[in-house]
């Protein structure tokens, strides 16, 4: 009697698990965040700046004064290679 629900239990956890692993691999994709850049994205951006390299520096170094990271820092680039 006790192996029997042993067994049980064991074949139970077993179903839940299966259901649960199953579950979390037929749910969609998380959609990319609009904000975040893609790799893509970025090398055409730098391929484009690398034309004016000065102002590439200029901007850089704007973006060191201020301590920017990530996104941010693309996107300060992007606005001060922007601007004439």
């Not at 139970?12 to 959609?31: I, R, Y």
């Not at 975040?36 to 700046?49: C, D, G, Q, V």
């Not at 920017?68 to 004439?84: N, P, Q, S």
Request: charged letters at 30%.
């Amino acid at each position: 009697m006790f192996r029997m629900s042993v067994c049980l239990v064991a074949a139970a956890l077993v179903a839940a698990t299966l259901s649960v692993a199953s579950a979390q691999t037929s749910a969609p994709a998380a959609k990319p965040s609009k904000i975040r850049l893609t790799i893509e994205h970025l090398k055409e951006m730098r391929a484009k700046w690398k034309e004016n390299r000065p102002k590439l520096a200029a901007c850089r170094k704007e973006v060191k004064a201020k301590d920017l990271v990530g996104d941010e820092r693309w996107f300060y680039i992007e606005d001060c290679m922007a601007k004439t």
